[in-house]
Structure formats: structure tokens, C-alpha cells
């Protein structure tokens, strides 16, 4: 069965480095989400991107991040400077039609030192 | 704001026992709903999808109920396995928009 890919499964930064971290979404999905998860909290939009342009965004995303799909497989999602804060799960999710089920990968845990 | 919610934190049943899982929304536009497993260190698992134009729709041991005129969403799983110990959580769109509102998420807990 075709699943949304992540790495790394971990990653640890220094606050103020930039991070990137990449997703391969399932290969006939044409939406492509990003969603991050405090510890203990619930899951928080902050993007979605179709036809190689954000579609929408959350208030969480600031100049801070930003998405591209560099390829014709690979999504990623770039924090230019890390705040503590920015400690999270992130998870990437894709969807074959707009307002349908999101299929999500299994998350990169981001921890910012 | 508006949000989507859950109405207990946790829930523990025992094993073979049904569950019941539920979750209110506020939003009167939202016409996609969703229900979401997440175990420990995993990404969000698809259970089961019902668009507003239902009220009831049924899978394998799974069953969602929606009710628009309280705006009121549950979950019910028929003989609950200890497989089923997981975080769920209710998540809502519409058709016209891209992002999922998640709720807070419901512990599952169930005993031998």
C-alpha cells in the first residue's frame, strides 16, 4: 500500500540553524501538507501546496518557513532559524483531491537545543 | 475562535467492551470529517471519513455518527481490542478548503 515517506525520523538542531526536512508523498497525490505537533498536544496546521504554490497557511507559518517541491517526488519544509519553540513533530501529509482524506507519514521529530 | 473539541481526555474500557468516543465542532460550514488514530511516536492513521450530507457511516468494527443540528461527532468501536489503545482524534474541513482542524484527541486505554 502507498504511504507518505519522512526523514529523518529525528533530527536535532542548535536554536538559530536552519533545518530542513523532507517528505516523499504518495506518487499520484497532487496536495501536499505540512502539520506539526507540540509534545502532549493536538495536531496544528501550518500549509498546504498544489500546483508548486502554497495554497494556504496558518499564522504559525512565518517568514520563518518555507515549502518546495525541488523534484518531481521529494516535499520539504525549511525552518530558515530555529527557535525552541520550533521543538515539535512535524508531519507531512498528502491527499489525491482537495477536501479528502490526508494521508500522513510518520513525522520527523524536530528537537531544537 | 472556532474549533473543533473533544469531550473527555481519556477513556478506558475493557477489552470486548464498545467504545464511544465523541467530539463537538463550531464551525457550520465544515461538511468533511474525519477520525484519526495516532499510537505512540507514529503519524495519524485514517479510521474512518463522513461528509454532511450522511449521518451515519459504517466500516470494519468502526462506526461515526454525525449530528449537524448539535454539531456533535462519535466514534463507536465494536469490540474493543487492545490493539485499538491509541490517541484519536475528530478532524474537520470543508470541501473547499485544505486544512484539518484537529481536535485535542481522546486517550483510549483498554484493559484485559
Known amino acids: 500500500e502507498p504511504e507518505v515517506t519522512q526523514t529523518p525520523s529525528h533530527q536535532v538542531t542548535q536554536m538559530g540553524q536552519e533545518v530542513i526536512l523532507r517528505c516523499v508523498p504518495i506518487s499520484n497525490h497532487l496536495y501536499f501538507y505540512w502539520y506539526r505537533q507540540i509534545l502532549g498536544q493536538k495536531v496544528e496546521f501550518l500549509v498546504s501546496f498544489y500546483n508548486n504554490e502554497i495554497s494556504e497557511k496558518s499564522e504559525i507559518f512565518d517568514d520563518q518557513f518555507s515549502v518546495e517541491r525541488p523534484d518531481g517526488s521529494n516535499f520539504t519544509l525549511k525552518i530558515r532559524s530555529t527557535k525552541l519553540e520550533d521543538s515539535a513533530m512535524y508531519f507531512c501529509?498528502?491527499?489525491?483531491?482537495?477536501?479528502?482524506?490526508?494521508?500522513f507519514g510518520p513525522g520527523t521529530r524536530l528537537t531544537v537545543l | 475562535g472556532e474549533s473543533v473539541g473533544l469531550h473527555l481526555p481519556t477513556l478506558s474500557v475493557q477489552e470486548g467492551d464498545n467504545s464511544i468516543i465523541n467530539c463537538a465542532y463550531s464551525n457550520s460550514a465544515s461538511d468533511y470529517f474525519i477520525w484519526y488514530k495516532q499510537e505512540s511516536g507514529k503519524g495519524p492513521q485514517f479510521i474512518i471519513d463522513?461528509?454532511?450530507?450522511?449521518d451515519k457511516r459504517q466500516g470494519q468494527r468502526v462506526t461515526v455518527l454525525l449530528n449537524k443540528t448539535v454539531k456533535h461527532l462519535s466514534l463507536q468501536i465494536a469490540a474493543t481490542q487492545p490493539g485499538d489503545s491509541a490517541v484519536y482524534f475528530c478532524a474537520e474541513n470543508t470541501n473547499s478548503g485544505y486544512a484539518l482542524n484537529f481536535g485535542k484527541g481522546t486517550s483510549l486505554l483498554v484493559t484485559p
Open positions: 463522513i461528509r454532511s450530507n450522511m
Open positions: 501529509a498528502s491527499s489525491e483531491v482537495r477536501g479528502d482524506e490526508q494521508f
